[in-house]
């Protein structure tokens, strides 16, 4: 059987972007259960894998979902291909790793108002659209699959032909949620003790990876760094930023980073207990986290950060880092549950140090929590948490109930969207 996966904007190379990881996890499943895998991306790499990439191209794309029996599209599908698989009877599936008009609206990059909200109503009505017609959805975790259910049922597409069928809608919408590595991390060389002017070896890393983008608050952790130079007197607790710029050199800078790295500059951290480095090859970034001593993120208190299970921690509890987050968190409930690491109010910087400050101080507590971590990552593996999409392909099958004639609210909201 063969299966096409649309990345949409992020390419699959050696610079993966964290939510990107999900097309080459479906794409290496989908090869090691017999499928011919094809993905569609931006530009052309250099793999050395038994995907076959092909560049974004209009006539190649409808040739691709014609030999196709498996269209797989992530959370900003391309409409044009979406379109044509389901005129062509594909079936169609989803992996949601965002809500697609919820991270819109922190495209706050746009110096023109109108293009950003000509943009979001695009976006939301290409994720409608997705959703009316796929046979079925994954999504990233069961709390987000509440959400989407509610969107489901807003557009007519969960009705009484399929709820009756299946009432727990499983046969709709599952949650595959990110995993980890089912192997460990390993060391190989020191990245920036000892090596970056300004990080000693004994220092007390913090890590926060990926990037600033619009839904961090850098803000705060500035902020915060500036408290435990100044209030707590700690020269040797370091924060790095790391993969401050995107590794597409064309991106600028996000509102959010721009804003973090003045503030950085006017409180006199940078260099001192702040660092700006590189984005990491994705293959290569085990070897920076091992080196650390704990993984932060930070996020204002808005509905990307309520609602979504940030990929970073994956890599931080990978690396069995002890995880500081705010309490406005989708993750906060899951790391104080099993005690992963330590909970900071939103916002609130001196909150941020003191917690901090007592993890670097409490090396009985690291232990623990690294044991916590180490017992639950079993659990978070790919290979478990992928499970129903391996189930899924192993009987692949066409939502019977998609195009009934008495389903008015979904034909409906297909005609609409479709215009939008």
Not at 125 to 139: A, G, V
Not at 321 to 347: H, S
Not at 348 to 371: E, M, P, S
Request: charged share 30%; with cysteine; hydrophobic share 40%.
């Amino acid at each position: 059987m063969n299966i096409v996966i649309f990345s949409g904007l992020v390419n699959i190379d050696k610079n993966l972007v964290g939510t990107a990881v999900i097309y080459k996890k479906i794409a290496d499943l989908a090869k090691k259960l017999g499928y011919q895998v094809d993905m569609v991306i931006p530009n052309l790499i250099d793999a050395k894998d038994d995907v076959k990439y092909c560049v974004w191209e209009k006539k190649n794309n409808q040739k691709l979902i014609n030999q196709a029996d498996i269209v797989v599209f992530g959370a900003y599908p391309p409409v044009e291909p979406l379109n044509y698989a389901r005129q062509k009877k594909k079936i169609i599936v989803s992996y949601l790793w965002s809500v697609a008009p919820i991270g819109s609206m922190e495209f706050r990059d746009y110096k023109d108002a109108n293009k950003q909200r000509e943009l979001h109503e695009f976006i939301s009505s290409s994720y409608n659209l997705q959703l009316l017609l796929s046979d079925k959805i994954f999504c990233r975790d069961h709390e987000v699959r509440k959400l989407i259910i509610g969107s489901l049922l807003s557009l007519g597409r969960i009705d009484l032909n399929n709820y009756y069928e299946d009432r727990t809608l499983n046969s709709l919408i599952e949650a595959a949620p990110f995993g980890i590595e089912d192997r460990e991390p390993r060391h190989k060389k020191n990245i920036y003790r000892g090596i970056i002017n300004g990080i000693e070896k004994n220092d007390f890393l913090l890590l926060s990876s990926g990037g600033i983008w619009n839904w961090n608050d850098g803000e705060t952790l500035v902020k915060t760094m500036g408290l435990i130079d100044e209030k707590y007197k700690l020269k040797n607790i370091k924060l790095i930023l790391q993969g401050f710029r995107h590794p597409d050199k064309k991106q600028k800078l996000s509102f959010e980073a721009e804003k973090t790295l003045k503030l950085a500059k006017n409180y006199g951290l940078l260099g001192k207990n702040i660092f700006l480095t590189d984005w990491v090859p994705f293959l290569e970034r085990e070897n920076y986290l091992t080196e650390c001593d704990a993984g932060i993120v930070t996020s204002p208190d808005i509905p990307e950060a309520n609602f979504f299970l940030k990929t970073r921690i994956y890599d931080y509890l990978w690396a069995e880092l002890p995880v500081l987050l705010g309490d406005n968190e989708a993750f906060a409930g899951i790391v104080m549950k099993n005690r992963l690491g330590l909970i900071a109010k939103c916002g609130q910087a001196d909150d941020w140090a003191k917690n901090i400050v007592y993890l670097y101080k409490n090396k009985k507590g690291q232990k623990q929590i690294k044991t916590n971590i180490k017992k639950i990552k079993k659990e978070m593996t790919w290979k478990k948490t992928l499970k129903p999409i391996e189930i899924f392909l192993k009987n692949p099958k066409k939502d019977k109930n998609l195009f009934k004639n008495d389903r008015k609210l979904f034909i409906n909201n297909i005609k609409y969207n479709s215009k939008l």
